[in-house]
């Protein structure tokens, strides 16, 4: 004959709150292992491209990778003559006229 079983007798578990502790501590330990894996992380990776792109451009420029040339330049502003962004301005011709 098959037993008959009451719905407390046939649950695989006891009722209440121990389930929710362990998703709570699981969760809590996922956190800390994703904080820890992302400080390790940053720590140890290498310079991006775009700022080695940017040490190198630098260091052909100006000689140095932190950006600064030597004092001794005649060029106070430390720009370029030939600097399309900061144009000449224009000389004025005999008349008037920009040339």
């Known amino acids: 004959m098959v037993e008959k079983l009451t719905p407390t007798e046939s649950r695989q578990g006891q009722r209440g709150k121990p389930v929710l502790y362990?998703?709570?501590g699981s969760l809590a330990l996922l956190a800390v292992?994703?904080?820890g894996l992302l400080t390790w992380n940053g720590?140890?990776?290498?310079?991006?491209w775009a700022s080695?792109?940017?040490?190198?451009?630098?260091?052909?420029i100006t000689g140095s990778v932190t950006g600064t040339s030597?004092?001794?330049?005649?060029?106070?502003t430390s720009v370029p003559s030939d600097n399309?962004?900061?144009p000449q301005p224009a000389q004025k011709g005999a008349n008037g006229e920009a040339k």
Do not use: C, F, H, M
């Open 33 to 35: 292992a994703t904080i």
């Open 43 to 48: 720590a140890n990776s290498p310079k991006d």
């Open 22 to 24: 362990v998703l709570l």
């Open 84 to 86: 399309p962004a900061y």
């Open 70 to 76: 030597s004092p001794s330049s005649g060029n106070a």
């Open 52 to 60: 080695q792109s940017q040490d190198a451009s630098r260091k052909e």
